[in-house]
């Protein structure tokens, strides 16, 4: 039997997505899949209505998923988060390693943004007809390049 809507402040799927920045059928899916655990439906409508307690799970996974995490990494937390201060460790370790992939990720997307604006140089440079400038910009689109690890 489906939950029904107890509470004023409870959100619309609509509301959710808007909030949290997943796609309403990301929402679903997470429900779906389990982890977002049994989300209320509105007795006349059927529509999910996100309580506090879910739609602060929601967020949470936001801030994971929007972090890199994937939706096994997602999982893991969850799975741990229930075991409480028991699992502490782990949570420590989880975190710690999706830390090192962001700092990863942020590393490379400061390349890519180096590239970019040397490509910008270049073409600047070009714009002006100046083949100095025009000729570092290239040297440095060179050296971003062999920093990139794919």
């Given at each position: 039997?489906p939950?029904?809507r107890?509470?004023?402040?409870?959100?619309?799927?609509?509301?959710m997505?808007?909030?949290s920045?997943?796609?309403?059928?990301?929402?679903?899916?997470?429900?779906?899949?389990?982890?977002?655990?049994?989300?209320?439906?509105?007795?006349?409508?059927?529509?999910?209505?996100?309580?506090?307690?879910v739609?602060?799970r929601?967020?949470?996974?936001?801030?994971?998923?929007?972090a890199?995490?994937?939706?096994?990494?997602?999982?893991?937390?969850?799975?741990?988060?229930?075991?409480?201060?028991?699992?502490?460790?782990?949570?420590?370790?989880?975190?710690?390693?999706?830390?090192?992939?962001?700092?990863?990720?942020?590393?490379?997307?400061?390349?890519?943004?180096?590239?970019?604006?040397?490509?910008a140089?270049?073409?600047?440079?070009?714009?002006?007809?100046?083949?100095?400038?025009?000729?570092?910009?290239?040297?440095?689109?060179?050296?971003?390049?062999?920093?990139?690890?794919?």
């Amino acid at each position: 039997m489906p939950a029904t809507r107890q509470h004023a402040e409870d959100l619309t799927v609509q509301e959710m997505a808007r909030r949290s920045g997943f796609a309403e059928s990301t929402l679903r899916y997470y429900e779906k899949i389990g982890l977002l655990g049994r989300v209320a439906r509105d007795e006349s409508s059927g529509h999910r209505r996100y309580g506090p307690a879910v739609a602060e799970r929601v967020q949470a996974l936001s801030c994971l998923r929007s972090a890199g995490m994937t939706v096994t990494g997602m999982r893991r937390y969850l799975e741990l988060l229930a075991l409480g201060d028991a699992a502490a460790a782990e949570q420590r370790d989880l975190f710690a390693a999706q830390a090192e992939t962001l700092a990863a990720d942020i590393e490379q997307l400061q390349l890519r943004l180096a590239y970019l604006r040397h490509k910008a140089e270049l073409w600047d440079a070009r714009v002006r007809g100046d083949a100095a400038a025009e000729q570092q910009a290239v040297e440095e689109v060179t050296r971003v390049i062999d920093r990139f690890t794919y």
